[in-house]
Nanobody, 127 residues
Framework: QVQLVESGGGSVQAGGSLRLSCRAS????????MAWFRQAPGKEREGVAA???????TYADSVKGRFTISRDNVKKTLYLQMNSLKPEDTAMYYC?????????????????????WGQGTQVTVSS
């Protein structure tokens, strides 16, 4: 059973930065696809960024140029560096893992592709 534990959330003012981490445990390998999603109150969950095991990335248009997704396959840890934060970035952020040993074609932020999810870490950006 894969377990994902996020950390690094908090409250910042607009223009500030935060770095989220997500550590995976319960498996011996680092999955092909990992991703960050977020959900704000009253809104649907949306994909933020995804990364494959080779480091190829995909971003939502709303975060391009501000957020950077990365991973450490040895530590089985996923990161999200968030800069120039805006109030509209306020949400619960979740990491997700597709559980695949290998893959091809890149990774995307379609929720159905991921079978393990963390409990989330809250990010609040004030104006």
């Amino acid at each position: 059973q894969v377990q994902l534990v996020e950390s690094g959330g908090g409250s910042v003012q607009a223009g500030g930065s935060l770095r989220l981490s997500c550590r995976a445990s319960g498996k011996s390998y680092s999955s092909y696809c990992m991703a960050w999603f977020r959900q704000a109150p009253g809104k649907e969950r949306e994909g933020v960024a995804a990364i494959d095991s080779d480091g190829s990335t995909t971003y939502a248009d709303s975060v391009k140029g501000r957020f950077t997704i990365s991973r450490d396959n040895v530590k089985k840890t996923l990161y999200l560096q968030m800069n120039s934060l805006k109030p509209e970035d306020t949400a619960m952020y979740y990491c997700a893992d597709d559980g695949a040993i290998s893959g091809s074609g890149g990774c995307y932020t379609e929720a159905f592709e991921y079978d393990s999810w963390g409990q989330g870490t809250q990010v609040t950006v004030s104006s």
